[in-house]
């Protein structure tokens, strides 16, 4: 097993560093060739990406399985998200990465669009008059914008990533399916709520959450139900599990390592955790998984 490598930049870049205001774009093609088409499981703590895979096909790696697509298809990946690729030789298409801190800056009141935001999400079902074709263009505007220096860019580049944003909503939303959408200002906190539990971890409780986001318990709670079908206590073990299984299947850390890094106070106590919601000890999960 090997340790899952953390980029605070692009993939491959140890030592690269992102702002606020990180914005960069690039054909899919370039890097991936360069890394012979296969590009490792990793994350990006700060990092949102999103990757248009034209043509060609690719093996999808996640935190909890391997997919595999045939062109055209969307990929967006938000921070902390476990992500590797596989592509075949003639895959094209284009990958726009961007701070977590400018995508909540270009929705600071459009919270309707933190169910998106929040997984990683694959779109394959393409409709009029949402096409592919449409996706390549916004993506190509924005790349075509970045690199020239014309009045008021920064401004243009918002508006461009801001219909981008859209676009890719209403096809997710399409092929969701979704029916009734929570209200939107459910949706706000529901996703404050996500950012914050990827931060702390299991070092504040559910009540300590809440306060952080001015409401009662009983309301975060009520908010994670009407958005996601589970209480928040549920969501908050739930990613702490994919977390615990990410760092046992792809690391070489130590169970100790481990619950340090998941901000556990004490080992044991991690490990009861583990074997109260997967029946097995992180040691037995570990040698029961075929090497990666």
């Given at each position: 097993?090997?340790r899952?490598?953390?980029?605070?930049g692009?993939?491959?870049?140890?030592?690269a560093?992102s702002?606020?205001?990180?914005?960069?774009s690039e054909l899919?093609?370039?890097r991936?060739r360069?890394?012979d088409?296969?590009?490792?499981?990793h994350?990006h703590?700060?990092?949102?990406?999103v990757?248009?895979i034209?043509?060609g096909?690719?093996?999808f790696?996640?935190?909890?399985?391997q997919?595999?697509?045939t062109?055209p298809?969307?990929?967006?990946?938000?921070p902390t998200?476990?992500?590797?690729?596989?592509y075949?030789?003639?895959?094209t298409?284009?990958?726009?990465t961007l701070?977590?801190?400018?995508v909540?800056k270009l929705?600071p009141?459009?919270?309707a669009l933190?169910?998106?935001?929040g997984a990683v999400?694959c779109?394959?079902r393409?409709?009029e008059?949402?096409?592919?074709?449409q996706?390549?263009?916004?993506?190509?505007?924005?790349d075509?914008?970045?690199?020239?220096?014309q009045p008021?860019?920064?401004l243009?580049?918002?508006?461009?990533?801001q219909r981008?944003?859209?676009?890719?909503?209403?096809?997710?939303?399409?092929t969701e399916?979704?029916?009734?959408?929570p209200?939107t200002?459910a949706?706000?906190?529901f996703?404050?709520f996500?950012q914050?539990?990827?931060?702390?971890?299991?070092t504040?409780?559910?009540a300590?959450?809440?306060?952080e986001l001015a409401?009662t318990?009983?309301h975060l709670?009520?908010?994670?139900?009407e958005v996601?079908g589970?209480?928040?206590?549920?969501?908050?073990?739930?990613?702490?599990?994919d977390e615990?299984?990410n760092y046992?299947?792809?690391t070489t850390?130590?169970v100790?390592?481990?619950?340090y890094?998941?901000h556990f106070?004490?080992p044991?106590y991690?490990?009861?955790?583990?074997?109260k919601h997967?029946?097995?000890s992180?040691?037995e999960f570990?040698?029961k998984?075929p090497?990666s």
């Amino acid at each position: 097993m090997q340790r899952i490598t953390q980029f605070d930049g692009l993939y491959g870049q140890a030592d690269a560093r992102s702002d606020a205001e990180y914005l960069f774009s690039e054909l899919l093609e370039t890097r991936s060739r360069s890394f012979d088409w296969v590009i490792q499981p990793h994350m990006h703590a700060r990092l949102f990406q999103v990757f248009f895979i034209e043509t060609g096909r690719v093996t999808f790696q996640d935190a909890t399985q391997q997919r595999d697509f045939t062109a055209p298809v969307v990929l967006l990946i938000p921070p902390t998200a476990l992500h590797g690729f596989v592509y075949s030789p003639d895959a094209t298409g284009r990958i726009l990465t961007l701070s977590d801190a400018l995508v909540d800056k270009l929705f600071p009141a459009l919270p309707a669009l933190a169910p998106m935001f929040g997984a990683v999400q694959c779109l394959t079902r393409f409709a009029e008059p949402y096409s592919p074709d449409q996706v390549r263009e916004l993506l190509a505007v924005i790349d075509k914008e970045m690199f020239d220096n014309q009045p008021e860019k920064r401004l243009m580049l918002h508006i461009c990533l801001q219909r981008l944003f859209l676009v890719l909503f209403r096809i997710w939303q399409h092929t969701e399916a979704l029916g009734a959408m929570p209200n939107t200002a459910a949706l706000h906190y529901f996703r404050k709520f996500q950012q914050r539990v990827r931060q702390v971890g299991t070092t504040h409780s559910i009540a300590q959450l809440a306060d952080e986001l001015a409401i009662t318990p009983v309301h975060l709670t009520r908010i994670c139900q009407e958005v996601a079908g589970k209480s928040a206590s549920q969501l908050v073990q739930e990613h702490i599990l994919d977390e615990a299984r990410n760092y046992l299947l792809h690391t070489t850390y130590s169970v100790s390592e481990i619950a340090y890094l998941l901000h556990f106070e004490y080992p044991n106590y991690f490990a009861k955790f583990f074997r109260k919601h997967t029946g097995m000890s992180p040691t037995e999960f570990r040698e029961k998984q075929p090497a990666s």
